[in-house]
């Protein structure tokens, strides 16, 4: 033991870079590995780390430009609070927001370098291995919770067949949930199967991960998995790959949208739906629950509330939570959120919050494509936070802390990929790779 211990260490400390505090990568490793498993786990292990890697930087949180749209919707926030409609919620609500905002800068040193963001991606799939485990074991076995460790302390509610029924969630509360987590690993995942320099052994256990990651996705049954799951594909093998590529996506796609899509003669649509499992088909073209959905819960009636709530307060929102408390008063039907997330940004905190965190995220993405050919991971990386963003535009899988911490930290990435340097004081030189 007194030998393992020091090899594991040194393990550890590789690949973190010169910006990065020892002790706080390491922290920062386990934390990720953790995340999907346990929050309360992974925040005992990145609190530290986001301390460590918070103090002796060289320029403070306020004097990165990235920072300033952060800071502003931060007062916007705050200010907003003073005269909200849902009272203390609003002041609970910021906790979503405000911690991540230092997260967001105080994470860089740990993903500053290729290597570090490479060895964080590694982290985040093998820390999935649980949720999949569970997952499958509770559709096919029936496993189900609560399961308890250190006496309680931590608690995974799962359902015996999923929920909601029929569908995976594994170690988290919701099906959609659990996608969105799959989803965002998903490009990852793929990124490692596909990495060179693995023997045929090590190539194998990837590949196992990699089909049961694809299988508990599928059987989640959310179309924004199912949309992640395709996107990520050519995005993370890149542009040389798409000459094949992509004609073979579209005609693998073609039957599906013929048994979709609607308006098609039955003498295409039926062979195609006939081809095309059932459980797809009919859960992207909606048959399955069409029936019984009422007006008020559809996406359409909840944006267009939300629409009307943006006009009445535009400028500093409602207050967190309020969606939830005026959705019913208007429309007859409970929505915990409006399933959007400028949207709910723009109905709790005001417009200018909306558009500050946003355009922040979209020109982050932009600008980290921007900066030249990415390499295999990098293009993971960009990847899983795209997917991140696009699912948040018609859910809202972010107020599951894990996936929030997860989403600042993908951001943390793509902003320090360009930095010059995040760095401690006394390095006088720029990192490597930025």
Same mark, same amino acid.
């Given at each position: 033991?007194?030998?393992?211990?020091?090899?594991?260490?040194?393990?550890?400390?590789?690949?973190?870079?010169?910006?990065?505090?020892?002790?706080?990568?390491?922290?920062?490793?386990?934390?990720?590995?953790?995340?999907?498993?346990?929050?309360?786990?992974?925040?005992?292990?990145?609190?530290?780390?986001?301390?460590?890697g918070s103090v002796g930087r060289e320029r403070p949180f306020?004097?990165?430009?990235?920072?300033?749209?952060?800071?502003?919707?931060?007062v916007f926030m705050v200010v907003g609070c003073v005269q909200?409609?849902?009272?203390?919620?609003?002041?609970?609500?910021?906790?979503?927001?405000?911690?991540?905002?230092?997260?967001?800068?105080?994470?860089?040193?740990?993903?500053?370098?290729?290597?570090?963001?490479?060895?964080?991606?590694?982290?985040?799939?093998?820390?999935?291995?649980?949720?999949?485990?569970?997952?499958?074991?509770?559709?096919?076995?029936?496993?189900?919770?609560?399961?308890?460790?250190?006496?309680?302390?931590?608690?995974?509610?799962?359902?015996?067949?999923?929920?909601?029924?029929?569908?995976?969630?594994?170690?988290?509360?919701?099906?959609?949930?659990?996608?969105?987590?799959?989803?965002?690993?998903?490009?990852?995942?793929?990124?490692?199967?596909?990495?060179?320099?693995?023997?045929?052994?090590?190539?194998?256990?990837?590949?196992?991960?990699?089909?049961?990651?694809?299988?508990?996705?599928?059987?989640?049954?959310?179309?924004?998995?199912?949309?992640?799951?395709?996107?990520?594909?050519?995005?993370?093998?890149?542009?040389?790959?798409?000459?094949?590529?992509?004609?073979?996506?579209?005609?693998?796609?073609?039957?599906?949208?013929?048994?979709?899509?609607?308006?098609?003669?039955?003498?295409?649509? #039926?062979?195609?739906?006939?081809?095309?499992?059932?459980?797809?088909?009919?859960?992207?073209?909606?048959?399955?629950?069409?029936?019984?959905?009422?007006?008020?819960?559809?996406?359409?009636?909840?944006?267009?509330?939300?629409?009307?709530?943006?006009?009445?307060?535009?400028?500093?929102?409602?207050?967190?939570?309020?969606?939830?408390?005026?959705?019913?008063?208007?429309?007859?039907?409970?929505?915990?959120?409006?399933?959007?997330?400028?949207?709910?940004?723009?109905?709790?905190?005001?417009?200018?919050?909306?558009?500050?965190?946003?355009?922040?995220?979209?020109?982050?993405?932009?600008?980290?494509?921007?900066?030249?050919?990415?390499?295999?991971?990098?293009?993971?990386?960009?990847?899983?936070?795209?997917?991140?963003?696009?699912?948040?535009?018609?859910?809202?899988?972010?107020? #599951?802390?894990?996936?929030?911490?997860?989403?600042?930290?993908?951001?943390?990435?793509?902003?320090?990929?360009?930095?010059?340097?995040?760095?401690?004081?006394?390095?006088?030189?720029p990192v490597a790779g930025a």
């Amino acid at each position: 033991m007194t030998r393992f211990l020091p090899m594991v260490a040194a393990w550890l400390d590789g690949e973190g870079g010169p910006c990065a505090s020892t002790w706080g990568w390491r922290c920062f490793q386990l934390g990720l590995f953790f995340l999907p498993s346990s929050a309360l786990l992974a925040g005992l292990l990145l609190f530290p780390a986001l301390i460590l890697g918070s103090v002796g930087r060289e320029r403070p949180f306020w004097r990165d430009p990235w920072n300033a749209p952060l800071l502003l919707a931060a007062v916007f926030m705050v200010v907003g609070c003073v005269q909200s409609y849902s009272g203390p919620l609003a002041w609970a609500g910021l906790a979503n927001w405000i911690p991540f905002f230092w997260g967001f800068w105080g994470f860089q040193p740990y993903v500053a370098l290729a290597s570090s963001r490479r060895r964080s991606s590694l982290w985040l799939v093998a820390g999935t291995v649980p949720v999949v485990v569970t997952g499958l074991g509770q559709l096919w076995l029936g496993w189900q919770g609560p399961w308890q460790m250190f006496g309680g302390l931590i608690i995974w509610f799962m359902s015996a067949g999923g929920r909601p029924e029929g569908r995976l969630s594994g170690l988290f509360d919701y099906a959609n949930i659990a996608s969105a987590w799959l989803a965002m690993v998903w490009p990852l995942m793929l990124a490692a199967l596909v990495q060179p320099g693995l023997n045929r052994t090590r190539r194998g256990v990837v590949l196992t991960m990699a089909a049961a990651v694809v299988l508990s996705l599928v059987l989640t049954e959310s179309r924004n998995g199912w949309g992640a799951l395709v996107l990520a594909v050519p995005l993370v093998l890149g542009p040389p790959s798409w000459p094949w590529l992509l004609p073979l996506l579209g005609l693998a796609l073609l039957p599906v949208l013929v048994a979709v899509v609607p308006g098609v003669p039955p003498l295409l649509q #039926d062979p195609a739906r006939t081809f095309v499992p059932e459980g797809i088909w009919a859960r992207l073209s909606d048959t399955q629950y069409a029936s019984q959905r009422a007006l008020a819960s559809t996406r359409l009636s909840q944006w267009g509330l939300a629409l009307q709530l943006i006009a009445e307060r535009p400028w500093f929102g409602w207050g967190a939570a309020a969606f939830s408390v005026i959705y019913p008063l208007r429309a007859g039907k409970w929505h915990g959120h409006a399933h959007n997330l400028p949207l709910e940004l723009a109905i709790s905190h005001g417009l200018p919050a909306a558009v500050l965190v946003v355009a922040l995220v979209l020109l982050l993405l932009v600008v980290s494509l921007r900066r030249g050919p990415l390499a295999l991971f990098d293009r993971a990386w960009w990847t899983a936070a795209l997917v991140l963003t696009v699912l948040h535009a018609t859910d809202l899988p972010f107020f #599951d802390s894990r996936l929030n911490i997860a989403g600042w930290i993908l951001l943390a990435g793509l902003r320090a990929s360009f930095s010059p340097r995040v760095q401690p004081a006394q390095h006088a030189a720029p990192v490597a790779g930025a």
